[in-house]
């Protein structure tokens, strides 16, 4: 599995722990970190997050990793690329039936919502949890898919 990561700067130390923990997981092939550095850059968050899934959309990367204050800008910028699916996942569960339930390639965090310890619990999870197309919810997911390549 070859992993993006991507982070402003509310999220970039979240950013580097969760990279690190990739880096050290024997079922992640490559990481690629599009950044940001330090705090000291302010890109702002669309920019990274729309980096990071057209770096999924054109095939060089499976999935995303993004942070930012809240995660819900990373979100919301990673699924303005069609194709890519991103959400912001908290908990468990969420983390698990954002793979199983709805394909997405992306979970984004936010450093100041959630601790790093319990993001670096799910995103451990996250990398082994993996979409089946010949469930039930592929057909649900086509819709979406469907939208995109009709507009
Ligand atoms: O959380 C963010 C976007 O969702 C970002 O890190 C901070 O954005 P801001 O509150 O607009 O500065």
Request: hydrophobic share 45%; glycine share 8%; with cysteine.
């Amino acid at each position: 599995m070859r992993i993006v990561v991507a982070a402003d700067n509310a999220g970039v130390a979240l950013k580097d722990q969760l990279r690190d923990l990739l880096l050290a997981d024997d079922r992640v092939d490559e990481v690629t970190d599009l950044g940001v550095a330090d705090g000291s850059d302010d890109k702002a968050y669309p920019l990274l997050g729309l980096a990071a899934a057209e770096t999924i959309a054109r095939g060089d990367a499976d999935r995303g990793v993004l942070v930012c204050g809240t995660g819900i800008g990373m979100a919301i910028s990673a699924n303005k690329v069609p194709g890519v699916r991103a959400t912001v996942a908290h908990d468990s569960y969420s983390a698990e039936r954002s793979v199983k339930s709805n394909d997405c390639q992306v979970i984004t965090f936010g450093a100041r919502a959630i601790g790093p310890e319990l993001a670096k619990k799910i995103v451990a999870e996250w990398v082994g949890h993996r979409f089946d197309p010949s469930s039930a919810s592929a057909s649900k997911v086509a819709h979406i898919t469907e939208y995109e390549q009709a507009h």
